[in-house]
């Protein structure tokens, strides 16, 4: 069995290319749930469903989030309601986009979750309603909310993400709910005795930040370190997609393969890094990790899942 830590984009893009090098019923992916938020009462998973479409092949491909062919009806509807809304009121809001066909995904779980299921269970039917074989799971069923300092002020993590389109700068960041949240026990299993465990291409401080802000995670991860294989999502001192280059600056880190091996280099014995950063090999292997170099830039589903291949060949 194949364990992965997954945020957005780039995690569901490995996840495919995994998809392609083994069986896919042997994939587990434990998705952050940090960037989960509450918009019109309803419960949003952004990773989670970023994860799911794209398995299903029912991504946006421009975007990256939502569904491919989608509309916007609902939310065009809203606007007529906005020159309306009383001072200080945030009903019907259009700044974050929720797609016609999105919703319906929300709806759902958010009615499944006011029944008493349990996310895990909602994603379990979500993903089975897609047809996916792989066995996607939240980190957690307990809230853990990312939140972020932005000029002194903390925020929610879409509210920077979306409202602010990611161009503030970040001066501290905090998963709320983390100290005493529960690792899923079935992720925590998967971390324990799979095969491998691929740390995916996702930022290092708030997509992987709060799964490995869970009790236990870092410590089942330390035990088997060697077998642990992360992708770097810093390629030539940037990242593919996300503001995660900057926020590693702003707080302090090195934007740069080497930053990454820095965050990585106790749970994680190697680290695979794109072509471009070959010079920056010998900086990662004095941070501790072996250092695998191929093309890492997932334009393409061979490129997945030939990365893939070559990730899961590292540590085995
Ligand atoms: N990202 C945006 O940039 N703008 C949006 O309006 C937006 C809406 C949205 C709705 C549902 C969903 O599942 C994801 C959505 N995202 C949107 C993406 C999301 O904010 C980010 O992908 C992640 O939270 C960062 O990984």
């Known amino acids: 069995m194949i364990a992965v830590l997954a945020g957005g984009v780039g995690a569901a893009r490995m996840l495919r290319g995994i998809t392609a090098a083994v069986n896919p019923n042997q994939i587990a992916a434990i998705v952050n749930t940090g960037d989960d938020s509450v918009m019109h009462g309803l419960h949003i998973s952004p990773d989670l469903d970023t994860v799911t479409y794209t398995l299903a092949a029912a991504i946006d491909p421009q975007r990256g989030w939502g569904l491919v062919d989608e509309s916007w009806a609902a939310m065009g509807a809203l606007a007529r309601y906005t020159p309306h809304r009383p001072e200080g009121s945030t009903a019907g809001g259009t700044w974050f986009n929720l797609g016609d066909k999105d919703l319906a995904t929300h709806l759902y779980r958010t009615g499944r979750m006011r029944e008493g299921a349990t996310l895990e269970q909602v994603t379990a039917e979500i993903t089975a309603a897609w047809g ?3 066995h996607i799971m939240p980190m957690s069923n307990d809230p853990v909310r990312t939140r972020v300092r932005v000029d002194g002020s903390w925020i929610e993590f879409q509210e920077y993400f979306v409202g602010h389109h990611h161009s ?3 001066e501290a960041i905090e998963f709320t709910g983390a100290e005493s949240a529960h690792v899923l026990p079935a992720a925590l299993d998967a971390l324990a005795n799979a095969d491998v465990v691929v740390i995916a291409p996702s930022n290092p401080l708030v997509s992987i930040g709060p799964i490995l802000a869970l009790d236990g995670v870092r410590a ?8 642990v294989v992360a992708v770097s999502p810093i390629v030539a001192g940037a990242a593919l997609k996300g503001p995660a280059d900057r926020m590693l600056n702003e707080l302090g880190h090195e934007a740069s393969v080497t930053g990454v091996a820095r965050l990585y280099s106790s749970i994680c014995g190697t680290l695979v890094i794109d072509t471009q950063d070959e010079a ?4 990662v292997r004095d941070e501790g990790m072996n250092c695998v170099i191929t093309n890492t830039v997932m334009s393409t589903a061979e490129i997945a899942a030939s990365l893939a291949r070559t990730t899961l060949e590292a540590c085995r």
């Not at 089942?220 to 060697?226: A, F, G, I, T």
């Not at 920056?280 to 900086?283: E, G, I, L």
């Open 132 to 134: 996916l074989p792989q």
């Open 220 to 227: 089942v991860l330390s035990r088997r370190r060697e077998t």
């Open 168 to 170: 503030v700068s970040v």
């Open 280 to 283: 920056r090999a010998k900086s």
